[in-house]
């Protein structure tokens, strides 16, 4: 019988990626991905880093998974093992730099050494790659391009964690995509810790992934692209230019914002302030009309004061998105915040971090309304038992609408919203759209 493996995934969206292609490579192994956690025979924890409360967390699940599991074989990788390698009651430990190193390491504890190939073992390669992933019911896959980022934000670990930009190869991506676009994939979400670095190594500029965003948007089948969190710094007017004249690039942005309070902004050393962001949005608005935009905010960061508080909120609510990810701050151990003067007590932390929440809710509310009477279209990623349908619409709006038609998860249909639910928006009568050859 082949061998179960059990996953847990703490942490962002290239945790997770990264936990799908791990699982992949061990499929092509023979190994099957198992919900039973006591009787696995492999449980992998993909730990995180990014706060000092996942930390915590990725340490707690270790201690855990031999206590669940007592005849498995306990792998810990990712961020926070790269910090904290001596981890008790793991049988393997592998960070971010040496995964490639994960599939020999347990094939050898399982007694399979026979099956490690020389393609296993090379650990050399600048960017580790996984080949494809499937992300969402067949139609969106997530694609990633970049590791490892060069900034130093002085609350981030990831520096230390995953260390400095590396990128895929175009030739590696496109094909990937062409790959998934064959198999019926209408949408692929390009990630990476620092987008915009994309092959910064070589010496390029975020031009560098326009010119990619380009690649992908001409592979046949490719419908929609959506990018993962974007740096207002790289968002240069060239490279919005760019995206703006690439058709398969959907309107939603993820800006990655930290605070809306230049003084806070500072002492984070983000590489802006709050008029260059509002010069991004300005120039993303007036290239795609109907544009959102997301944010993560961080809330109590060492030193703010009510005043930088209110001037972040305010800030948030000009911009107008249409979520916040809102973080009390964490303080990390190795990074410069972590024992910066005016570190702000947990309840000041709390009331804030509501406040923000609150206005995050507002907006999101606000914003599925504004919908109601315009045409969206949507790619379909699920049929409900009432015979609706749900997906997204190119604005990253959840939709759930009908149509006369037979529909079914990838096909793409255009529609009128009539209404909306708190923050998704409903409509009915959607017809199917040809999709691009
Ligand atoms: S840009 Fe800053 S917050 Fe983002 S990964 Fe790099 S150091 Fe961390």
Request: glycine content about 8%.
């Amino acid at each position: 019988m082949a061998y179960q493996v059990y996953f847990q995934t703490l942490g962002c969206k290239v945790n997770s990626y990264e936990t799908a292609a791990i699982g992949k490579l061990l499929a092509e192994k023979g190994f099957e991905e198992t919900s039973d956690a006591a009787n696995a025979d492999v449980y992998v924890i993909n730990t995180c880093a990014v706060t000092g409360e996942a930390d915590r967390k990725s340490r707690q699940m270790i201690r855990r998974a031999k206590r669940i599991a007592p005849n498995a074989v306990v792998v810990a990788m990712g961020c926070h093992t790269q910090m904290c390698r001596d981890e008790e009651g793991a049988d393997i430990v592998v960070g971010t730099d040496d995964r490639p190193s994960l599939i020999p390491l347990l094939l050898e504890k399982l007694n399979m050494r026979g099956e490690v190939s020389d393609e296993d073992l090379d650990a050399g390669t600048r960017f580790f790659e996984y080949g494809s992933v499937p992300y969402q019911e067949n139609t969106r896959a997530v694609v990633k391009i970049e590791d490892g980022c060069n900034n130093f934000c002085t609350y981030c670990i990831i520096p230390y964690a995953r260390g400095r930009v590396r990128s895929r190869s175009r030739e590696a991506v496109l094909s990937e995509i062409s790959g998934m676009a064959e198999k019926g994939y209408r949408e692929f979400v390009v990630t990476g810790i620092h987008l915009c670095s994309f092959e910064k190594e070589l010496g390029r500029d975020s031009i560098a992934l326009g010119e990619l965003l380009d690649q992908i948007a001409a592979i046949k089948g490719v419908e929609r692209i959506r990018l993962g969190s974007l740096e207002p710094s790289c968002m240069t007017p060239e490279l919005i230019l760019m995206l703006k004249n690439n058709p398969a690039i959907c309107p939603h942005f993820h800006l990655s914002l930290q605070s809306g309070s230049d003084t806070v902004l500072k002492r984070m050393n983000r590489k802006y302030d709050t008029d260059l962001f509002r010069r991004v949005v300005a120039d993303l608005k007036s290239a795609f009309p109907n544009a959102s935009f997301t944010t993560d905010m961080i809330c109590g960061f060492p030193g703010e004061t009510d005043e930088e508080h209110k001037e972040s909120c305010a800030f948030a609510e000009e911009i107008g998105f249409t979520h916040i990810h809102v973080f009390p701050f964490s303080p990390r151990e190795g990074t410069k915040a972590w024992d910066m003067d005016g570190q702000v007590d947990g309840n000041r932390k709390s009331v804030r971090t509501a406040e923000l929440r609150e206005i995050s809710d507002r907006m999101e509310t606000a914003r599925a309304e504004s919908f109601i009477g315009k045409e969206v279209e949507v790619l379909v990623e699920r049929i409900l038992e009432d015979g609706s349908f749900e997906g997204y619409c190119r604005e990253y709006v959840r939709v759930i609408a009908t149509s006369d038609e037979k529909v079914q998860p990838g096909d793409i249909l255009t529609g009128m919203i009539t209404s909306s639910s708190e923050f998704d928006v409903l409509g009915s009568g959607f017809s199917k759209k040809t999709v691009n050859s």
